[in-house]
């Protein structure tokens, strides 16, 4: 793990500094997290009740990322990013593969890729040597200093405006990127995916408001052309890979003619720290 990022890490049982040791990560009062081959720290402290994406659903995800399907997304957040002064830590919750955090970094930065996936974790840990990434649940705390990080990145992830704001130094910002209620309609219905609750934009202003200020609210929309292989990541990528059957998917994919279309529409907003 590069040593910038080990500098911004905390103890998740004592709160105390983190320093590399040989193959691990340890505080003064002795706790010890050991680095996986894989290149990840596991800093959960025994603390997650869940075990996140599953290994078919990050590989899902991957293959959509890297065919640029939601480019329109990754490019958003870069801007956004380079948009906030100064050169320090970007910190990415629910990281996934770490691709949107790659492409936030810009030339100076270096990124903290958070999630409770193990197979996520694996690509975060490999996709930039200016990455580290390491298992943790937002809701049982981060594993990061306080004020450490210029920009925290949650992009379809959990959220806790506390927790965030802890962690964003005076002026950093927090990007979110949250599905619209339009988001992949033509495929919700037909592929028996999960829909956008209507209320999601109240949900995310009360669970962020009382401790960080908003700033900016974009909404992002493009055209998705799809082979079937390509419908069926998306569907098996997201939430909607726990409630559906991926041979009915199959099968009712096979039915529809290609290109399959679709659209991407989200919200980005930007909230800031005080």
């Known amino acids: 793990m590069h040593a910038s990022v080990i500098t911004h890490l905390r103890c998740p049982v004592c709160a105390?500094?983190?320093?590399?040791?040989?193959?691990?990560?340890?505080?003064?009062?002795?706790?010890?997290?050991d680095v996986a081959r894989q290149g990840y720290v596991d800093l959960t402290a025994?603390?997650?009740?869940?075990?996140?994406?599953?290994?078919?659903?990050?590989?899902?995800?991957?293959?959509?990322?890297?065919?640029?399907?939601?480019?329109?997304?990754?490019d958003?957040?870069?801007?956004?990013?380079?948009?906030?002064?100064?050169?320090?830590?970007?910190v990415e919750v629910g990281a996934g593969t770490g691709r949107y955090l790659s492409r936030a970094l810009g030339p100076h930065r270096v990124g903290l890729a958070v999630d409770v996936s193990k197979p996520a974790l694996r690509r975060a840990a490999r996709i930039d040597p200016r990455i580290g990434a390491v298992r943790a649940d937002v809701w049982q705390g981060?594993?990061?200093?306080?004020?450490?990080?210029?920009?925290?990145?949650?992009?379809?992830?959990?959220?806790?405006?506390?927790?965030?704001?802890?962690?964003?130094?005076?002026?950093?910002?927090?990007v979110v990127v949250t599905p619209a209620p339009g988001h992949l309609a033509e495929l919700v219905?037909?592929?028996?995916?999960?829909?956008?609750?209507?209320?999601?934009?109240?949900?995310?202003?009360?669970?962020?408001?009382?401790?960080?200020?908003p700033r900016d609210s974009v909404p992002l929309r493009a055209g998705l052309s799809l082979d079937r292989a390509a419908a069926a990541a998306l569907v098996g990528m997201?939430?909607?890979?726990?409630?559906?059957?991926?041979?009915?998917?199959?099968?009712?994919?096979?039915?529809?003619?290609?290109p399959i279309t679709a659209t991407l529409e989200v919200h980005l907003s930007t909230w800031t720290s005080g």
């Open 16 to 33: 105390g500094a983190l320093a590399a040791a040989d193959r691990a990560l340890r505080c003064a009062a002795g706790h010890s997290f």
């Open 238 to 258: 997201g939430p909607s890979a726990w409630h559906t059957d991926p041979a009915k998917v199959a099968a009712t994919l096979a039915g529809m003619p290609e």
């Open 46 to 74: 025994g603390r997650t009740v869940h075990a996140g994406d599953s290994a078919d659903m990050v590989a899902a995800r991957e293959s959509l990322l890297d065919a640029g399907h939601f480019d329109v997304v990754s």
């Open 142 to 174: 981060l594993p990061v200093q306080d004020a450490a990080a210029d920009v925290i990145l949650d992009v379809f992830a959990p959220r806790s405006g506390q927790e965030f704001a802890r962690v964003l130094r005076p002026g950093g910002v927090l």
């Open 189 to 213: 219905t037909a592929l028996g995916m999960v829909g956008v609750d209507p209320a999601k934009p109240q949900r995310l202003a009360a669970g962020l408001r009382p401790w960080l200020t």
């Open 76 to 90: 958003a957040v870069a801007a956004a990013a380079a948009g906030v002064p100064g050169a320090g830590l970007i």
